[in-house]
């Protein structure tokens, strides 16, 4: 029998973990290996990496990983969106760390000009938050003139993980972003699908420092001699690709360190007060996919800060007065409030471990029914797909379909973001039909349904407070 194939390379560039994997002519992933990110440092609200070591690190996987491939084999690149660095054109070493999505330097920034908030919604379907790229600019501008003059000086450029790595393997000849992801700066007007020269000038970034906007699948970059990239999209947006069925309608439920609830729209224009609007998949200069987004910041560390799964969660509710907000880092959709954090009710904290884990996990399925409904104005989806490492806990999806009262699909892909990203650099349709596992309402949960309401009266209470 012949050796299968490799069609394409897919890497995961996540904030914790990077991967690659090898997608085979049948469109099954193999080979999939992965490494810690380096790690980020910084107190408060300062998260900062190393861009040159964060480099490093994914080209070392790449080339462990495409031993073997036949030269030329594309690549595709799925990154977590938001981190960025500044680098120097002349050498391509950044002169500024690399700043973490998760970096909240900018919240007093934002706080100080929230009237620039619904220019920032309208034109960018995002909300004004420091955890996008624009707000951080003009904060460190302000905290840090040594940092403006490089933004301005001409010397410098700017960009996500991906535009960095562009760079660096065209050796300063290409500095693009893709559209999926300079979507998430806060800085692009979703109408044009380019920059925004008025909320550049807001931020006071100049649009010389910035690169160039392009679609997913772009003119190919060679990394080595084994590989060539040919597409390049946000991480989230790769996952969504992958499971979201053309057929029908569906909702994309990602839990992991954050959840995520994404529902596909190809209206740029949709707006759902709370919620984000961002491309999902950018194709030649004039068409897009967007979806709507609501999120649930720090789910999975809020879960697990209560204790080991499983949880126990069982027909009837053994702490019918407890409560919880699971955004460990700060409220999010519809609300964003970032001073809300993991939130109990009263007297739920002195509860043991395994209580207090289940009232948390109550209330992610609480506030994930609660998105479902609000970004899905007609009903819910024909299909709800359900990903991410909570799903380990065995209570998890049973707990939702209760809520719910009606199936849903855990993706038995567990890396749909390779998935994704792999299928578009070989030129593939990024759906991948893949395998799901049908969870069907049954008793464990049956409380929950009746308990959401008195959920959303407490969390009524809490905001108004």
């Given at each position: 029998m012949s050796p299968v194939r490799p069609l394409a390379v897919g890497a995961d560039l996540g904030s914790t973990t990077i991967?690659?994997?090898?997608?085979?002519?049948?469109?099954?992933?193999?080979?999939?290996?992965?490494?810690?990110?380096?790690?980020?440092?910084?107190?408060?609200?300062?998260?900062?990496?190393?861009?040159?070591?964060?480099?490093?690190?994914?080209?070392?996987?790449?080339?462990?990983?495409?031993?073997?491939?036949?030269?030329?084999?594309?690549?595709?690149?799925?990154?977590?969106?938001?981190?960025?660095?500044l680098w120097d054109r002349r050498d391509g070493l950044p002169r500024f760390p690399l700043v973490s999505w998760q970096d909240r330097r900018a919240a007093a920034w934002c706080d100080r000009h929230r009237t620039l908030e619904p220019e920032v919604v309208?034109?960018?379907?995002?909300?004004l938050s420091a955890h996008y790229v624009g707000p951080k600019l003009a904060a460190m501008q302000e905290e840090d003139p040594t940092f403006r003059a490089a933004l301005h000086d001409g010397d410098h450029a700017l960009g996500t993980l991906e535009t960095y790595l562009a760079w660096r393997w065209s050796g300063g000849g290409r500095h693009e972003s893709d559209l999926t992801v300079a979507a998430r700066t806060a800085m692009l007007d979703l109408t044009t699908g380019d920059w925004s020269t008025e909320l550049l000038e807001r931020f006071g970034v100049p649009a010389t420092v910035l690169p160039s906007v392009v679609s997913t699948e772009r003119e190919a970059i060679p990394f080595d001699d084994a590989l060539r990239l040919t597409a390049t999209l946000s991480d989230q947006a790769a996952a969504a690709l992958a499971v979201f069925d053309p057929r029908c309608t569906s909702a994309l439920v990602n839990l992991g360190t954050g959840a995520f609830v994404l529902r596909p729209t190809d209206d740029a224009a949709l707006r759902r007060p709370g919620y984000l609007l961002a491309p999902i998949l950018a194709i030649g200069q004039d068409a897009a996919r967007y979806a709507l987004e609501g999120t649930v910041n720090g789910a999975g560390p809020a879960v697990d800060s209560c204790g080991p799964a499983p949880t126990d969660l069982s027909e009837d509710d053994p702490t019918p007065e407890g409560y919880a907000v699971p955004d460990r880092a700060g409220l999010g959709s519809p609300y964003w409030r970032p001073e809300i954090g993991l939130t109990l009710s009263s007297g739920a904290e002195?509860?043991?471990?395994?209580?207090?884990?289940?009232?948390?996990?109550?209330?992610?399925?609480?506030?994930?029914?609660?998105?479902?409904?609000?970004?899905?104005?007609?009903?819910?989806?024909?299909?709800?797909?359900?990903?991410?490492?909570?799903?380990?806990?065995?209570?998890?999806a049973p707990g939702l379909a209760a809520l719910l009262a009606r199936p849903v699909e855990v993706l038995l892909e567990p890396e749909s973001g390779l998935v994704g990203a792999s299928r578009l650099a070989a030129g593939l349709d990024p759906y991948a039909a893949s395998t799901t596992e049908n969870v069907e309402p049954g008793p464990r949960g049956h409380y929950l349904p009746e308990k959401f309401g008195s959920w959303l009266s407490w969390l009524e209470q809490l905001l108004s407070r």
């Open positions: 991967k690659v994997g090898i997608l085979d002519e049948h469109g099954r992933l193999t080979r999939v290996e992965s490494e810690p990110a380096p790690p980020l440092a910084g107190a408060g609200h300062l998260r900062e990496g190393d861009a040159e070591a964060y480099a490093a690190a994914a080209e070392g996987l790449l080339r462990s990983v495409a031993r073997g491939v036949p030269p030329g084999t594309p690549l595709g690149l799925a990154t977590q969106r938001s981190s960025f660095t309208r034109r960018t379907g995002l909300a002195e509860l043991p471990a395994q209580d207090r884990r289940r009232i948390v996990l109550e209330g992610l399925l609480f506030r994930v029914r609660q998105i479902l409904e609000e970004l899905c104005e007609d009903g819910l989806p024909e299909r709800i797909v359900l990903a991410g490492g909570l799903l380990r806990d065995p209570a998890v």
